[in-house]
C-alpha cells in the first residue's frame, strides 16, 4: 500500500515595514493556513509587528484582534546582527488579505520576506 502524501502550496512574498498601512504591502492569503515570515536586522528598539486584515485589496484595512480582544501582533526580538524567523499567528487563519505594520518607528523601512503555507 502506498502512503499518502500531503501536497501544500506555498508562496514567497516580499514585504517592507512601515507604520502607516498606505505604505505597506498586501499579501494575499486567500486559500493558504498559515505561514512564516523573515525579517532582516533591526533596531533593538523594535518591539513588534502588528497584522491587519481586509476582505479585499481595496481596504480599509483593519487591525486583527484575537478571541478575547488583544490586538493580534508578531513580538520582536531585537537584533542588529542577524535576521530572525517568526511563526504567523494562527489568528491570521481567517484573512484573505494581509499587512504587516511596524508597530514602532524603529522597524519602519526593515524588509522581509513571508512564506505562506495552503
Not at 500500500?1 to 498606505?22: C, D, N, Q, V
Not at 524567523?85 to 481567517?94: C, I, K, N, R, V
Request: aromatic share 10%; net charge positive.
Amino acid at each position: 500500500m502506498s502512503e499518502s502524501k500531503i501536497r501544500r502550496k506555498s508562496k514567497p512574498y516580499p514585504f517592507t515595514l512601515a507604520t502607516a498601512t498606505g505604505s505597506c504591502t498586501i499579501l494575499p492569503f486567500t486559500d493558504m493556513a498559515g505561514g512564516m515570515l523573515r525579517i532582516g536586522t533591526t533596531n533593538t528598539a523594535a518591539a513588534r509587528i502588528d497584522l491587519y486584515v481586509c476582505e479585499n485589496t481595496t481596504g480599509p484595512f483593519v487591525q486583527l484582534y484575537d478571541k478575547d480582544g488583544s490586538t493580534v501582533k508578531v513580538t520582536l526580538s531585537a537584533s542588529t546582527a542577524v535576521s530572525r524567523a517568526y511563526q504567523l499567528p494562527d489568528e491570521a487563519f481567517g484573512a484573505q488579505y494581509l499587512m504587516f505594520v511596524s508597530g514602532t518607528t524603529a522597524s519602519t523601512g526593515v524588509s522581509g520576506v513571508v512564506t505562506f503555507k495552503g
